[in-house]
């Protein structure tokens, strides 16, 4: 038998395989703007690229212009200023019909007195698709949806996660260019939403349709899709891979509303340094050397440590002693708030882990990355 070093030997000399090119963005937007009529900038210049076949999620808090954005490229609200480009062709001022885009709304929005492949059929008819071929391109959506031979039945007769396929199928049976599905599981129960995230993933990846999901749930943002971008005030605060948003935040905003953190007041000592009390930690100041900033830590990447193993704990750490002040256990995880000097932390420990063992008083030390300690100016 070939040990595992004579194989390596064995290889072939490896010819370097070209870098894949990233893929021409197939949806750009060039300084989207909306102004409403009340003279509110719901969109302020958006500029954003999207690959064919990817899924990009807006994630925001409500109200910072995700449906605005939606709407504007579905033709369902008027462009202000700017352009949209779907392949090439700039459909800014086309009309909805005409930009080959399916919609799904949150509220699934299927007309109740008509069948489900009525329903699904509507924007056939609307298309001037013969009747023949409707009946099989339905029927075709509805398996892609997994409703094979629901089509008689009236909306009413299905349950909410149900109904929000047949929007999907509607959507989809016009073979759009791009899908937009605008927080399309919000009126689900979180079982069911669970599960439709993972159909919907796996539809558009089959599919390789370029979508614009619209979501406020970071946790859709980051589960399902290639890009994410984070909208604040009718902006975009951040656009990146999940884990670029999670772990490199552009800024306090992003580091907030993508996962939780620990948000203390700090001021930078030098590069890389910032004090917390009268304590200076190593951490992640952006090229910043001083001035009054904030500091951002995630509760479950710190660790706790018993004040008696103190010597156990490395240099490579950041550490800050401090005693426990509250204790609540929320079941998969306990959160502990630890006061040190200078701030109160919150941390969490799964339940499964070892370190769940203290109690009220104890006295601890915290450890935590330098990289896991994002100091952004202020
Ligand atoms: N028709 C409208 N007229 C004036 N303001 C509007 C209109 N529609 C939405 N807005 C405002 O624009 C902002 C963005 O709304 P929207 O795009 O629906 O946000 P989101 O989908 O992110 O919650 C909100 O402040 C909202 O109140
Ligand atoms: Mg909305």
Not at 55 to 66: D, H, I, Q, R, Y
Not at 83 to 102: C, F, N, S, T, Y
Not at 254 to 282: K, L, P
Request: include cysteine.
């Amino acid at each position: 038998m070939q040990t595992l070093a004579s194989r390596e030997d064995a290889r072939p000399i490896a010819i370097p395989q070209a870098e894949p090119q990233p893929d021409a963005a197939f949806l750009r937007l060039r300084g989207l703007t909306k102004r409403y009529e009340s003279g509110f900038i719901a969109v302020d210049n958006l500029d954003l690229d999207l690959p064919k076949g990817k899924l990009l999620g807006l994630l925001g808090p409500s109200g910072c212009g995700k449906t605005t954005t939606l709407r504007m490229i579905a033709g369902l609200a008027s462009v202000t200023d700017g352009e949209i480009l779907i392949g090439g062709d700039d459909v800014a001022r086309r009309a909805p019909h005409k930009r080959d885009i399916g919609l799904v709304f949150q509220s699934y929005a299927l007309f109740p007195h008509m069948t489900v492949a009525e329903n699904i059929a509507f924007g056939l008819d609307m298309r001037g698709v013969s009747r023949q071929e409707a009946r099989a391109r339905v029927e075709e959506a509805l398996e892609m949806v997994r409703l094979p031979g629901y089509g008689s039945r009236k909306p009413k007769e299905m349950s909410g996660g149900q109904q929000q396929r047949v929007a999907l199928a509607r959507a989809l049976v016009i073979r759009p260019r791009i899908l937009l599905l605008d927080e399309p599981l919000s009126n689900l129960d979180a079982k069911l939403r669970d599960d439709m995230r993972i159909e919907i993933r796996e539809i558009q990846k089959r599919l390789s349709i370029t979508t614009v999901f619209v979501t406020h749930d970071q946790v859709e943002a980051l589960t399902m899709c290639d890009v994410v971008g984070v909208m604040a005030g009718g902006r975009l605060a951040q656009l990146g891979t999940p884990s670029e948003i999670y772990e490199k935040p552009a800024s306090l905003f992003v580091a907030e509303f993508v996962g939780r953190a620990n948000v203390i007041d700090c001021e930078i000592v030098g590069r890389d340094q910032a004090r917390i009390g009268d304590q200076v930690y190593r951490s992640d100041t952006k090229g910043l050397s001083g001035g009054k900033a904030k500091a951002a830590i995630r509760p479950h990447r710190i660790s706790l440590t018993p004040d008696r193993d103190r010597a156990l704990v490395s240099n490579a750490t950041n550490s800050a002693r401090g005693r426990i002040a509250r204790i609540t256990y929320i079941g998969d995880i306990v959160q502990y708030e630890v006061e040190i000097n200078g701030a109160m932390l919150k941390v969490e420990v799964p339940t499964a882990s070892a370190g769940h063992g203290f109690g009220a008083d104890d006295m601890l030390l915290c450890e935590w990355k330098p990289q896991d300690m994002l100091v952004f100016g202020s």
